[in-house]
């Protein structure tokens, strides 16, 4: 259970939402921590602290480590060259796992303005996993599944039932409403399609984060060292 809020503008933690507060924090905080100064399972710690809060943290650690893989999946290319040649920053895969989520993908998809908001969409029957009704936010898709939204439940259309409803999107949540590569999304029937598990090319990763490869490196190695 939180014993603070869950959008402090003290500790800016980032979350996956596009609540006014969080946006602010993703706004005016530094890109990431300073651990000049800290050892190295402080360090280890700390990025541990800050990447779990935006990815998954409405699960509890037991549950992630239940889902955790230590082998992080890439591309390579042999064939590149400068810039686009350096090494994939497979460390931002640490979490892929949990992209297959129904609650993360609802939300991913732009059908949900927070993770949490994702999660109660689900809960409360309003997600189809491959046309049948799946009320279990953890649930993990596979390649080819397709999730469904009913577009009387998603926030940001409006209008009456049974007419054509109206994209209206939530104040400053613009800069958020892309899909990543590894989703296929159709607005007109409100759904998705989950292709393939995210992957890392050389110079990007397909995983929507906040934080550079380096801290979430340092995740990696706080995870790892228990498997």
Not at 45 to 66: C, V
Not at 187 to 201: D, G, H, M, W
Request: hydrophobic share 35%; glycine share 4%; aromatic share 12%.
């Amino acid at each position: 259970m939180r014993t603070k809020p869950a959008f402090s503008l003290s500790r800016k933690l980032l979350r996956m939402s596009w609540n006014k507060y969080n946006l602010y924090n993703v706004a005016t905080r530094e890109k990431a921590p300073n651990l000049a100064t800290k050892t190295l399972f402080q360090q280890k710690w700390i990025a541990k602290r800050e990447t779990r809060a935006y990815h998954g943290d409405e699960m509890t650690e037991k549950q992630f480590k239940r889902v955790f893989n230590p082998k992080l999946p890439t591309v390579s290319n042999m064939f590149s060259t400068g810039k686009d040649s350096e090494h994939p920053p497979v460390a931002v895969l640490t979490f892929a796992e949990l992209e297959r989520r129904l609650d993360f993908i609802v939300f991913r998809s732009n059908f949900a303005p927070s993770i949490a908001a994702a999660r109660q969409l689900v809960i409360h029957g309003k997600v189809n996993l491959n046309g049948k009704k799946m009320p279990y936010p953890s649930h993990r898709a596979k390649d080819g599944d397709v999730i469904s939204v009913d577009p009387n439940a998603i926030s940001t259309l409006k209008g009456e039932v049974g007419t054509e409803l109206d994209f209206t999107p939530k104040p400053f949540s613009q800069p958020f409403l892309f899909v990543p590569e590894y989703l296929e999304v159709n607005y007109k029937t409100c759904s998705s399609v989950f292709l393939r598990a995210p992957i890392s090319r050389p110079g990007r990763t397909e995983i929507p984060s906040p934080f550079p490869a380096e801290l979430h490196a340092l995740a990696y190695e706080y995870y790892a060292r228990s498997k």
